[in-house]
């Protein structure tokens, strides 16, 4: 081979390698991007599946709350009403008391 044959030889397999590294560079950055826009839709995902998740834990959160307050609600209101039958129970006992009372008053 003579020294342009060689020098040739050269230049052709620098160009070759070139547009090896390029194609190399082309499809690392078809990689990259269909990487990223992938990992976006992963977040998109997660992000959306944490936000019904979160939504399902406050309305059962919600729910328990609004039933401890229907049955704390409940159990006041039956201890009400047993205050208040005991307290009519009671009123003819207080009126006598009352009146018994009353007629010591007036007749010391």
């Known amino acids: 081979m003579t020294r342009d044959e060689i020098l040739s030889e050269i230049k052709r397999a620098e160009d070759e390698a070139k547009a090896q590294v390029a194609q190399a560079?082309?499809?690392?950055?078809?990689?990259?991007?269909?990487?990223?826009?992938?990992?976006?839709?992963?977040?998109?995902?997660?992000?959306?599946?944490?936000?019904?998740?979160?939504?399902?834990?406050?309305?059962?959160?919600?729910?328990?709350?609004?039933?401890?307050?229907?049955k704390i609600t409940g159990k006041g209101i039956e201890e009400a009403n047993e205050v208040k039958k005991k307290a009519q129970k009671n009123i003819t006992k207080a009126t006598n008391f009352i009146l018994t009372e009353f007629e010591r008053a007036v007749d010391a």
């Open 25 to 70: 560079n082309e499809a690392k950055n078809r990689k990259i991007s269909a990487a990223t826009a992938q990992s976006r839709e992963i977040i998109k995902k997660a992000e959306e599946e944490a936000q019904r998740y979160a939504e399902s834990e406050i309305n059962a959160a919600r729910k328990k709350v609004r039933e401890e307050r229907e």
